[in-house]
């Protein structure tokens, strides 16, 4: 997600269509043993808590704002 945001700020576009098209990218690293549970747990908890955040148009700044650390 960081590198989409990244791509969007430098080339304009949405975040979610280079997030998108990023992962049509690296889908062949599924395949790959040593990736294979690192895109798994990424698939799931990760992608779906970046795509609400992404929806609601929360930043991880406005999150530190109330005080969570966010890194």
């Known amino acids: ?6 791509i969007s700020g430098q080339y304009g576009g949405p975040q979610f269509l280079y997030a998108l098209l990023f ?3 690296f889908h ?3 395949l790959d043993a040593h990736c294979k549970a690192g895109i798994e747990f990424c698939a799931k908890p ?3 808590i970046g ?7 929360i930043t991880l700044s406005q999150i530190g704002e109330f005080g969570i ?3």
Not at 1 to 6: K, Q
Not at 51 to 57: E, I, K
Request: hydrophobic letters at 65%; aromatic letters at 16%.
């Open 1 to 6: 997600m960081l590198s989409a945001t990244f």
């Open 51 to 57: 795509v609400s955040l992404l929806g609601a148009r």
């Open 28 to 30: 062949f690293l599924y």
């Open 23 to 25: 992962g049509l990218v």
């Open 46 to 48: 990760l992608l779906r």
């Open 69 to 71: 650390a966010t890194w």
